[in-house]
């Protein structure tokens, strides 16, 4: 007897299912039971990683289970276990129902029940095998949330279904538990999305099964109805409502059936999700024309659906008042009183049926324009890191939030101020954490050399005076090879210049910060956007000449970019008393005017890919005058590729303060994201567009473009980060040329243009109507010369129309004007007749 | 931990009796706090429907959220509160003197049985007669029904008992920044975003970043459940602490009115942020000076709307300072509940034990243990092979961990910076 584990676990250990049957078959009861304990201690004493790849083994161990264990509840408490649980989809339920039968009919209820009971994700994964036992045994159903859900996805997905002869119809007719499980369909949470789900090999829904069955009397009508309209009145996901209203569609109510739930129905129209409503709204229509439904309801939930946004229903809703007004003439009165409600809606063409019908609009129209945000000033820089402890607090800190100009530049800077005053704290407190920083898992690739992370670690280490590491050398050898003018070929993406600017001031600290340490960094920004006050900047460097040292040679360069774009004549002045070959430079510098705006060129890039947009807008830059550095030359050379790119991820939040009073230049090099985030469905990187509208310098075709693209972005933060720096620009930025910029891209099908439409409306609401006006009335003649006009065309002249109202502008719009004349009665012709009266001389 | 739900039997909306709410535990077995008539029938039923449209979402992950809401019958008011499964998303309703027409026979704060059915026929509610309700079962049905209780008993985490009490302390921070038409909400993208929002004209903006006046809107679908109410609703005010440029996400409340009903929603940091971590208290909990004072001021309580302090402060002799502090523990421990419309606490027991759920907090358990184990050395904690470096700043502790550097005091202290404040308290007795 003793023996009995030995040649069982021998079995279970090689994965060998059928054996392991074939043995718990040809032993004892009592041989079986001896052998539990080591079988838990077996899989106990398993680590998971083991069970990954061996799901023979685990079907074994399941089987043994299910034959050895003391009782059900010791068996689901083993298959319960985390490794288990996830993994009895696979095993097959034959060898599993063989061996429960040795011990008993109340044994496999009990444990298809337990199997039942567990968590959600386990009892699903076990479904198959807990509803085999259950039926083995002939007790009812388990009722549990997860069972029911297995039930259901079973009849979409089970492996018979691949047999084209098999329906889900038939299925389920055949099915001995549907009786017994069907009401649990309407009270599970969420559960309307599987019902509505296509089956493998499209063989029907479960909805489709239950609308015929019910025909053919097998499922009671009644309990189908009153179950759907009870869910619909609770509520649920919409997505998981939308079963039920198939459901009650497929069953086509009679009138009597309608009629006897009215008050659910007025009771859907309000605040159910659009199809619901409409549904209700059908129904209702129904009881309605039977004379079977009371004025004072009607007029009542009236009012409540046309206060709804959704066109369709609102519409719906007063062609039905119509034909009530014609039927019962005397309370006529009453029942324009209701259309007038509908006189607010947005639309043009349900402002114009509501009228029609006798509406009247609000006598004072709501106000809708809100103030111009005010934009507040550009914060200041906090305060320097000031000791070794502020500085370990502040690395351990940056790599668990994306990096921002402040912490960025402000732990940059600490590193070389606080290792010049302190450096035997800075290598004992930031020495011990270095391990634990590292932003790069083992498994992680060699790094980018674009990898701003990677590079400020290694300038960390580089401060702990942990040098020689991969990355430390690289970072060195890239410095010095752009130093020389070496071309370097470790990436097969050119790095963007912002980006490499950044990465570069890291590299220097690696560089330099042991050979040729100095007490602070220049190019510290002043303010939060980036730029340097040049009053400063002068200040600092007349310390390192009084102290006798110079800067580096790209944080000098870089703290020239960050000058404003105008110098006072004193801080000139003091700049050319200075001496050293560093102040002599910031004199000429300030002399010449700072960095010479580049030369933008619009371009448009082409791509044949299926999974590209046809087209991009991009801008290339040629420099606006001879060399200004090394980092200002690379920023002010973009040759973007003649086909859109490959997307990487990079720290775009941080290239404006590279070059703040270009932002421009910022933009044309980040169009690639911002464009994504549009034409792609990317994520795009939303603060990139507000932080350049704190910026300075003129808004040329890179940002108007860049506006474009961020207003269309798919993500809803992204669009309202959009609308923010829309706003901020308001002032500078040329409407026209947005305009034409969002007219080409609707038209030509890159974006999509509600998204566009939506956030333009916004930022006329938020302040900016006679922009926003403008807007518009440039992008309307490419999105109305388009054929077909993009979808969404009604809504932009809806747009129009508002803003043109909002700001009283008067002016000709051939385009409009020419669509509003041809016959027609669509949206868009509705909509452009009301913005030609609008537009047109009083 | 389990809490265990003993009803009389199921709550029940009939024709001839109107509603009956049934209660369990709090001051009784089944205590009974109001029988009269709601004014506003149809709103009132939608606002119970949202608030338990709270108590069994959960907006953040998959976690059990089947907790029933709790009534607090005070003298002049009902209250309806619940709190979601994910902790992030906190739900009251108020039944204003206005809507409401009735005795109230008894006070305090009891568990409220919203099931299903009843769900269904609260939906159905609707017309301009009152509705008769009762809260809780009369004495002759407690008498007669006994022994007969349906029972039900669902996994109570520490975390969920947590953050409820939590909530309640942060909201103590909040002011009024605007208020607009309740239609303004409807127009609201539904995105799971961070975004903050600010008037503009009778309506509202979304913004990327936080400006002055703005009230942040962490996840605007998890205000789904504020939508039914809107057509009832004259206005809606956000309340939230004071924010400029540069600010992390913090939590908001929403507040839709009517003159009879109030129905507020308050909202985590971020959708993943339960309240339960928030640590707003950790620092009072580390201290024990007030405990005393907040045994003292929950003598006095007595459910009335809100909490007076210069009255309690008369009543117990400690100076109005010391009643707050006294407040924000009893706070903690779920023994009364902020209501951001009055600016003032509200009595309110909650039928657990908090107290206890509070005192686990797991970073006071572990700073405890720290303590305990010697690993502070003045200000250093060893952690196993790490070592990190507590600093006192001006309004508290920061700390080298990974933990602190990722929320910088968004959360409270880490466990660190407690174990160094516990440690240096106990060289001081």
Known sequence: MSDFWPRLGWHVHRGEVDATVRLLHNATEEQRRSAAADLEAYVKKTPPEQWWSRQHRLQAVVVAAVGCLPSAARVATLLGRTVIADSMVSVPVKPVVQVARLRGTPFMADLGHRLAAQREAAALAAYEVAAALVVEAGSAPPDTDAFVRGWVRHHLFAQEMLDPRNVVLDRMRDDPMLTALLPRLFEIDGIGTDLTRESWRKQGTVVTALATLAKEGRLDRTMLLDGCVGRLLRGDRP??????????????????????????????????????????????????????????????????????????????????????????????????????????????????????????APAVPEPWV?????????????????SAGELAEEAAALFSAPLSVVSFERVLAGLVAVRATDPDGVTELLTPMLDRLNPRSEFDHLPSPADLNDALWSAIRTAAGATGKSSWQRLVAIVRDTIRGVARHDSVVPVPAPQRALVLRAGEVCARLTKQPVPNLVATPTSVNGHVDAGTLVDRLAAAERDGWEPW?????????????EVDADVLARARKLGSAAGTRLADWLAAGGLPDPVPTRIAQRSAAVWMPEWRAVVALAPGGPGSGLLADELCTHVPPKGTGVWMPLTEALWPAVLPGHRDVIAAWALPTIAAAADQDQPGSRELLPLLAECTGPVGPALTIALAYGLAAKETTDRVAAVDAVLALAGSVDPVLLGQEMGAMAAGGVVKLNRGTGALTDAARGGAPDLVRAVVCAALPAVLAATPPPRGTPDLLALAAETVTATGWRGSLPEVTELAGRPGKSRSHVEARRLTRLAGPE | MLASYAYLRPSELSGDDGLLLQTSGGPAAHPRFFNGFLTAAEATATGLLAVAEVARSRYYQQRPALLDP?????????????????????????????????EMPGHGTTNVDVNPPLRQALARVGGGDPLHVAVGPDALEVSTMDGSVTERKVPLAARWLRGFAEVQVIAAGFEPRFEVPAGALRALPQSRDVLWVVPAGRSLRLTSRPVAGAVCLPGSNRLAALRPFMRFATTV???????????????????????????????????????????????????????????????????????????????TG????????????????????????????????????????????????AARALVAAGAVHGMTVHSGEARYHVRAVADGYTCTCPWWGKHRGDRGPCKHALAVQLASGDDDE
């Open chain 1, 370 to 386: 809100g103030d111009a945000p005010v934009a507040a000033p550009v914060a200041a820089m906090p305060p320097p890191i000031s």
């Open chain 2, 318 to 365: 400690l100076d109005a300072g010391r009643v707050r502090a006294a407040l924000t523990q009893l706070g903690t421990s779920g023994r009364v509940g902020y209501d951001v419309t009055e600016a003032a606490y509200f009595h309110r027991v909650l039928p657990y034990d908090a107290a206890a759920a509070a005192a686990m907090n797991p970073r006071l358990v």
């Open chain 2, 237 to 315: 005010r956000a309340y939230g602490p004071a924010v400029r440029p540069g600010d992390r996400p913090v939590a908001s409340t929403w507040e839709l009115t009517s003159p009879e009903l109030r129905l507020t929603l308050t909202l985590s940091p971020e959708p993943n942020r339960g309240f339960s971590g928030e640590g707003a208290v950790l620092t009072a909990l580390a201290g024990d000076d007030v405990v005393d004072d907040a045994e003292l001021v929950s003598t006095v309580l007595s459910w009335d709307p809100t909490v007076d302090v210069p009255a309690l402060a008369d009543a």
């Open chain 1, 239 to 360: 997505n998981a409502l939308r079963a039920f209203g198939l459901l009650v569609d497929q069953l086509a109510p009679t009138v009597d059936e309608a009629a006897a739930r009215t008050l659910d129905l007025v009771r859907l129209l309000p605040d159910a999700p659009s199809t619901v409503a409409g549904l209700a709204q059908r129904l209702l229509r129904q009881v309605d024309d039977a004379g079977r439904l009371e004025l004072d309801t009607l007029l009542k939930v009236s009012e409540q659906v046309l206060a709804r946004t959704e066109k369709g229903l609102v519409k719906t809703q007063l062609r039905w008042l119509g034909a009530v007004a014609k039927r019962e003439p005397d309370r006529a009165g009453e029942i324009a009183g209701v259309v007038s409600v509908a006189c607010g809606h947005p639309a043009a063409d349900i402002q114009e049926l509501a009228r029609k019908l006798g509406g009247e």
């Open chain 2, 70 to 102: 709790v009534v607090t019958g005070a003298r002049d008011r009902l209250r309806f509160e619940s709190f979601s499964g994910c902790c992030g998303v906190y739900a009251r309703l108020d039944v204003l003197p206005a809507g409401m027409d009735g």
């Open chain 1, 553 to 565: 040679r790209f944080d000098l360069e870089q703290a020239l970019l960050r000058l404003p774009r």
